[in-house]
Every structure is written in C-alpha cells, then in structure tokens.
C-alpha cells in the first residue's frame, strides 16, 4: 500500500484524507488535537489512517513521530502540507525526514492567497528527488461580493491538483483585489 502524508488533515484537507484513503494510500496525519483526530479516525475502516499527534513546530518530537511511521507503513511517497505561517522549520524537518535516496515523491503545499509562490519556493530546501507543486487558496466570488473557500472547496481544488500534477494550480481566484474578503 502507498503511503501518504497530510499536514493538517485534520483541519480543513480532512476530505483529502478519506480521498487518499479511497485511492489505497495509508494516510499519516500530523494535527494536535485529539478530538478533531478521532472524528476523522472514525470514519474510514481501522488501520487505514496513523495519527501523528505532534506540534510541527517541535522538529526533534516531530522527526521521531514521521520515522515511526514510515517504519510501520513504509516510505512516503505523496505529502500534503498546510502550514502556517511560522511553521517553516516544521515543513523544512518533514522535506527532510520523508527525503529517501531511492524513492522519489510529491510535495503538495498548500498556501494562502498573500503567499508569493516562487519566494516560497525558492526559500525551501528542495531535493531532487522530490516533486514540488503548489497550490494556492484564493477566493470564491459570489455576486457582488468575495468570500473565503470553505472546507469542501478547499480540499475539491487540491484532489484535482493532485490528480492534474500541475505545478501550480488556484483553487477560486484572487483577482479582482478589491473583492478580497
Ligand atoms: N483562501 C481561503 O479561502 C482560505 C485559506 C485558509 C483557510 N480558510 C478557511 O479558514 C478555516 C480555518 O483555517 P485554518 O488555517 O485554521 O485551517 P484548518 O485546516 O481548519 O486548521 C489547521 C490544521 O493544521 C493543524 N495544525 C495547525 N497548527 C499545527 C501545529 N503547530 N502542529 C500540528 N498541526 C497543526 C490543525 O490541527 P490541530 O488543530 O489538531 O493542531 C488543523 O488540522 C479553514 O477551515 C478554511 O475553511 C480559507
């Protein structure tokens, strides 16, 4: 079986965990939260999703938790990542750690409407055998007026990111500025 990971799967990319549990992946996820971690446990078939109950922002705890897991389900091949801002070290720990000589992988980060997609880039440590795309949140227009995604549209955009390994795809839109919510 693949074996994917989920930064914040259990937030508002929980749809994209049963996805990748659909498509035969064991699903790792890192969240703090017990609570949020047992709603979404509880519904896919046990042993299908690995909690990884980790604040990123402690590298060391962070390192141990992602080698436990990939000892017990094996290398991970495709990673799902938001991070929030500050949590740099964290995304930089997880590249690391899931960086295997041997086996290349997908690295789907997930980013805010600010971000500035090349800068981000550029300032990761990416390694070669690592497939990096990006895809960023924008907003929904709805009549005269701009809203945030929702978690559903959220994790809608990055499935067909996913599935369409573009290296940077917009789900909703960001222009025009001023309809910005
Ligand atoms: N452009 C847009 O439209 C846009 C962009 C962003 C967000 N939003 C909306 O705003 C809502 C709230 O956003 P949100 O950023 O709070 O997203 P969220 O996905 O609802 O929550 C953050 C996720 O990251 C995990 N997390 C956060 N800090 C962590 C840490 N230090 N270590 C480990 N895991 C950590 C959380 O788990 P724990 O709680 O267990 O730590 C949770 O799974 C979203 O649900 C979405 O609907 C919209």
């Excluded at 992946?25 to 939260?33: A, D, E, F, P």
């Amino acid at each position: 079986m693949k074996h994917a990971l989920v930064v914040g799967g259990t937030g508002m990319l929980s749809e994209v965990c049963l996805w990748l549990c659909s498509q035969n992946y064991h699903v790792s996820v890192i969240g703090r939260n017990t609570v949020k971690m047992s709603r979404l446990i509880e519904q896919v078939d046990k042993g299908k999703i690995t909690s990884v109950l980790v604040d990123y922002n402690k590298v060391n705890l962070l390192d141990i938790h992602l080698k436990q897991t990939i000892h017990e389900n094996g290398p991970i091949t495709l990673v799902v990542a938001w991070v929030h801002t500050g949590g740099e070290q964290g995304l930089a720990k997880i590249i690391e750690t899931v960086e295997q000589p041997s086996e290349p992988w997908e690295l789907y980060h997930v980013l805010g409407s600010r971000a500035k997609l090349s800068q981000v880039k550029r300032e990761l440590c990416i390694p070669k055998n690592c497939h990096y795309l990006q895809v960023q949140l924008g907003f929904k227009l709805e009549e005269e007026r701009g809203r945030w995604l929702n978690n559903h549209e959220i994790a809608e955009g990055v499935i067909k990111a996913i599935q369409r390994k573009a290296p940077t795809s917009l789900v909703g839109v960001l222009e025009p500025a001023e309809f910005r919510p």
